[in-house]
């Protein structure tokens, strides 16, 4: 008879359902995972920052807190942005949310109507892309260059929205170290996009979540600090400088929208975003210890992506090109014609190496976008890793680009065989075939 009540033996295999960090099938390489390094994680830091926080204020920290959310972690991240960027902003733009999901998820239910259209990056990142489609609104597509979104096609389409009577409800982009390209919009383009924006009354989304871990060089000024703080939302999150557990962000608005956003049903309902979180954060902030943290990424991300980048430059055939991304998590790679991302990744998973190909990073998939791209991140992997799966997948589009050529050969040797020699078929072509 078994005893249910003894103890279970530890098992290896994972549980899906205890993290999401399993790294693909066993032994994959798994250029999916656009994800904090696990290794940097300030586990030890953050423990203590818990324990202070509790002793402290630990009846506050345990109960429902303000809608707003936790005034002193508020108080930090307006000096924080002051101090970062020379911003100043008010108690009264800023407020706590869960993640920066949370609040691309609450613009659009609270700032969108049935039918509105949302404007995005082309690519974007591809979970925005499925949060926006959880509401009944249509997506449109921005294209992008190496400049970042390009300002002219913006105004063409909301020019032809506005002829075609559709209202557009807002733009959501990613200007620095875009999810999936690592581009980083020009300061003279976000300067041309708030001054379309402020023409034409339209709302901006701004998610800069990435802003803190840059590599090189200065990033440009926020969309937010240029408009003024008018009609932006901007988004920032503890995600990718702290720990992605903690599901903690922020929202920087103009003082009406986030007395709109405080005031809405749920914000009433859930009694601020994580205050129990909210404090451990502050906690660990007020210790002076996000700073050097941050500093401690960046240098293990940068040489992290060096190392990428040294790889990709090392083992790729002509013809494919990528992004040198100055900050961020992400290296976007197209392929030469006529391979397709897809099909390199059937062969390289089989092979042990998976990647996200690029049509899930476009909202109008359907227009062949992204047919030839690829993300990999450099954040997650070791650099042991990142070098092997480079060299894998390389080897992959190395033979589909000589299966591709042999097949084209084949083709036009068969047009040419039948174009010289037409009594063959008994019929002769009126038109040399191609």
């Known amino acids: 008879m078994d005893d249910t009540s003894a103890p279970r033996p530890f098992s290896p295999s994972f549980d899906p359902l205890e993290g999401v960090q399993a790294g693909g099938p066993a032994g994959a390489i798994p250029f999916v995972y656009g994800h904090p390094d696990p290794d940097l994680l300030p586990v030890e830091k953050i423990i203590i920052a818990t324990e202070r926080a509790l002793r402290a204020r630990g009846r506050l920290a345990l109960q429902y807190g303000p809608e707003q959310g936790y005034g002193p972690l508020l108080d930090y991240l307006i000096g924080k942005v002051e101090r970062d960027e020379g911003l100043r902003i008010t108690r009264a733009n800023i407020m706590l949310c869960a993640g920066a999901a949370q609040g691309l998820d609450t613009a659009a239910r609270l700032f969108t109507r049935p039918g509105d259209v949302v404007l995005v990056e082309a690519p974007s990142y591809h979970e925005a892309i499925a949060t926006l489609r959880d509401h009944p609104v249509e997506l449109r597509q921005v294209p992008m260059d190496g ?65 803190d871990l840059c590599y090189e060089g200065r990033v440009p000024p926020s969309l937010f600090e240029l408009a003024g703080g008018q009609g932006v939302i ?97 290296v976007w790679l197209t392929l030469p014609e006529p391979l397709e991302a897809e099909a390199v990744l059937a062969a390289a998973t089989e092979r042990g190496v998976i990647f996200t190909p690029g049509a899930r990073f476009f909202a109008q998939a359907s227009e062949g976008g992204g047919r030839r791209n690829l993300r990999l991140p450099f954040s997650f992997l070791s650099e042991a890793q990142m070098a092997e799966g480079v060299r894998i997948l390389a080897e992959v589009i190395r033979e589909q680009g000589s299966s591709e050529a042999q097949s084209s050969k084949l083709k036009a040797q068969s047009s040419k065989s039948k174009v010289q020699s037409p009594k063959e078929t008994g019929d002769r072509p009126d038109h040399p075939t191609t």
């Open 234 to 330: 901007r988004l920032g999150s503890f995600s990718k400088i702290l720990a992605a557990g903690l599901r903690l962000g922020w929202i920087m608005a103009e003082p009406e929208v986030i007395r709109q956003i405080v005031s809405c049903g749920l914000k009433g309902n859930e009694g601020g975003a994580n205050p129990f979180v909210a404090h451990v954060v502050a906690a660990f902030c007020q210790e002076g210890w996000l700073e050097p943290h941050i500093a401690q990424l960046v240098a293990r991300y940068r040489t992290r992506r060096d190392a990428l980048l040294a790889a990709l430059g090392r083992e790729m055939p002509d013809g494919v090109r990528w992004t040198r991304p100055s900050g961020g998590f992400f």
């Open 147 to 211: 400049h970042g979104l390009v300002v002219e096609a913006l105004a063409e389409q909301l020019e032809a929205l506005s002829r075609a009577g559709r209202r557009v409800a807002f733009l959501y982009t990613i200007p620095t170290f875009q999810n999936p390209s690592g581009i980083t919009m020009t300061a003279e383009r976000r300067e041309a996009l708030v001054e379309l924006a402020a023409e034409q009354g339209l709302l901006l989304v701004e998610d800069d979540v990435y802003r």
